[in-house]
């Protein structure tokens, strides 16, 4: 799977964005994705993820409620919506995808992703 991330920028903190993933090379709809963010210093972390059906989860911690993954499968199309944005949601924002069978399984570690996209900066300045 060839995954093209992209929407990223500056923006001041309180503002939103939307990122978005471009996935081809297998069927979208067979395609299980996620959002990940790594930050200078720091780990890679999960963000979000969505199955097959469209069944979602966020990062409990610091994401929720202000981040919603959606997917568009005509489109082969995963986005991340991004709203009330802190200086601390600065980092480069991955997107993966795995083939998976069920339709409403999604994974949250990146061990479980078979492919990466190569990255979209998000810089929330103060």
């Known amino acids: 799977v060839q995954l093209q991330a992209s929407g990223g920028g500056l923006v001041q903190a309180g503002g939103s964005l939307r990122l978005s993933c471009a996935a081809s090379?297998?069927?979208?709809?067979?395609?299980?994705m996620g959002w990940f963010r790594q930050a200078p210093g720091k780990e890679r972390e999960f963000v979000a993820a969505i199955a097959r059906s469209a069944r979602s989860t966020v990062n409990t911690g610091p994401v929720k409620g202000r981040f919603t993954i959606s997917r568009d499968n005509a489109k082969s199309m995963v986005y991340l919506q991004m709203n009330s944005l802190k200086p601390e949601d600065s980092a480069v924002y991955y997107c993966?995808?795995?083939?998976?069978?069920?339709?409403?399984?999604?994974?949250?570690?990146?061990?479980?992703?078979?492919?990466w996209g190569q990255g979209t900066q998000v810089t929330v300045s103060s």
């Open positions: 993966a995808a795995v083939e998976v069978f069920s339709d409403r399984r999604y994974y949250t570690r990146e061990t479980e992703y078979g492919s």
């Open positions: 090379g297998r069927p979208f709809s067979h395609l299980c």
